[in-house]
C-alpha cells in the first residue's frame, strides 16, 4: 500500500484547504483510512477517520470545520478543512491500516496565518 498526500499550503485564517491522499498498491484491503497531523514540538494526533462504508470519526477540535471523504473508485480520500485557524498548523498525513501494518503518507503541510 502506498499513499500520497496532496493539496497542503499557506492560507489565512478563515480560509479553506482540501488535503487529498491518493492510495495505490493492495487498496482492495484498505477498509480504514485517515488523517493524522504533527505540529512542530507536539506528538502526532488523530484527525479524522473513514471507513469503506463511510463511517467517520472526528477529533472533537475539527468537529464542524473539517470533513473526510473518500472516492473509493478514485482510491482517494479526502479532508475539507474550512474555517482554519492558526493553531491547525501542522504537517498532515494521509494512514491507513492493512492487517494490523500501519501505512503513512509522506505528509503535507498546512500552514494558516493569522
Known amino acids: 500500500v502506498q499513499l500520497q498526500a496532496s493539496g497542503g499550503g499557506l492560507v489565512q485564517a478563515g480560509g479553506s484547504l482540501r488535503l487529498s491522499c491518493a492510495a495505490s498498491?493492495?487498496?482492495?484491503?484498505?477498509?480504514?483510512m485517515g488523517w493524522y497531523r504533527q505540529a512542530p514540538g507536539k506528538q502526532r494526533e488523530l484527525v479524522a477517520t473513514?471507513?469503506?462504508?463511510?463511517?467517520?470519526v472526528y477529533a472533537d477540535s475539527v468537529k464542524g470545520r473539517f470533513t473526510i471523504s473518500r472516492d473509493n473508485v478514485k482510491n482517494t480520500m479526502y479532508l475539507q478543512m474550512n474555517s482554519l485557524k492558526p493553531e491547525v498548523t501542522a504537517v498532515y498525513y494521509c494512514?491507513?491500516?492493512?492487517?494490523?501494518?500501519?501505512?503513512w503518507g509522506q505528509g503535507t503541510q498546512v500552514t494558516v496565518s493569522s
Open positions: 494512514w491507513s491500516v492493512v492487517d494490523s501494518d500501519d501505512y
Open positions: 473513514i471507513t469503506s462504508t463511510e463511517s467517520t
Open positions: 498498491g493492495s487498496i482492495f484491503r484498505l477498509n480504514v
